[in-house]
């Protein structure tokens, strides 16, 4: 646990570090620097393969997970999410929108630190099931609400 | 170039630090067309934030395309004392980016 930590921590340090020199001088994509953006998982057109992609599929629904989003939105392009949960030992929150082009809008990977609490502002092409997988020790849980959206946040 | 995009609001309270962070960005995403023109403006989008306190990374989002336009971000962590230092830094899809520190209140 110590080493992993320690191993994380570096990592991160290092990758700033240089990130910024590299970017600075040109010297590197963005697309090459961020190994870590699942691009996968964001390219996937369906919520089944999104959710494949991540590891999630087949995951078990949960009661401890509280999706806080209005019932009707007015505006498709700001809908305010928040996920919380009680699950302990939380590393990853992703958020999903059922009928948007890619179901996938959001993945956030949170420190041993972190409580199970996140909080943003997405955009709903229609009324769709929102989605939230909860990725803590190993097992993955999900909880979904309902959106209806009147005005669409994608394509004019 | 993206400058002052950032910004951030941390408050520590019973030895929890919430933080708040609000970037300034298009947040294009690749599928509206230019009214005008007709032509489909090409997508432009915040990938990667990566907050860290006292240098040490406790909270990393990966966004999409359907993250809404000037993005809204908060998350809770414990620990952390006031005067903390909070930094918070993003990368777009075109290799923009920026970064600001804050500390905690």
């Keep these: 646990m110590v080493s992993i930590k320690r191993r994380a921590f570096l990592k991160g340090s290092i990758t700033t570090g240089v990130l910024s020199v590299a970017i600075g001088a040109g010297l590197l994509k963005p697309n090459v620097v961020l190994a870590a953006w699942p691009e996968d998982a964001f390219s996937k057109k369906s919520l089944a393969d999104a959710l494949a992609a991540l590891g999630a599929s087949g995951a078990a629904e949960s009661g401890d997970i509280k999706i806080k989003a209005p019932d009707i939105a007015e505006n498709g392009a700001v809908v305010p999410i928040t996920v919380s949960t009680s699950i302990s030992g939380v590393e990853k929150i992703s958020v999903m929108v059922e009928k948007n082009p890619q179901p996938l809008a959001a993945n956030f990977e949170l420190s041993s630190k972190c409580e199970g609490f996140i909080s943003t502002r997405i955009k709903m092409g229609k009324t769709s099931d929102v989605i939230a997988v909860v990725q803590a020790g190993g097992k993955t849980f999900t909880a979904k609400k309902t959106v209806k959206v009147t005005i669409g946040g994608c394509g004019g | ?105």
Excluded at chain 2, 15 to 24: N, W
Excluded at chain 2, 55 to 60: A, I, K, N, Y
């Design chain 2, 1 to 105: 170039m993206a400058k002052n995009s950032i910004k951030i609001k941390a408050k520590n309270k019973g030895g929890k630090t919430e933080v708040k962070a609000l970037v300034k960005h298009v947040m294009e995403t690749g599928l509206r067309k230019d009214k005008k023109s007709g032509k489909k403006i090409p997508a432009h989008y915040i990938k990667e934030v990566k907050c860290e306190h006292n240098d040490s990374v406790v909270f990393t989002a990966n966004w999409g395309v359907a993250v809404s336009k000037n993005p809204y971000l908060s998350f809770k962590f414990t620990g952390g004392a006031k005067g903390d230092s909070i930094k918070i830094s993003w990368v777009d899809n075109k290799g923009d980016t920026d970064s600001r520190s804050a500390k905690v209140k």
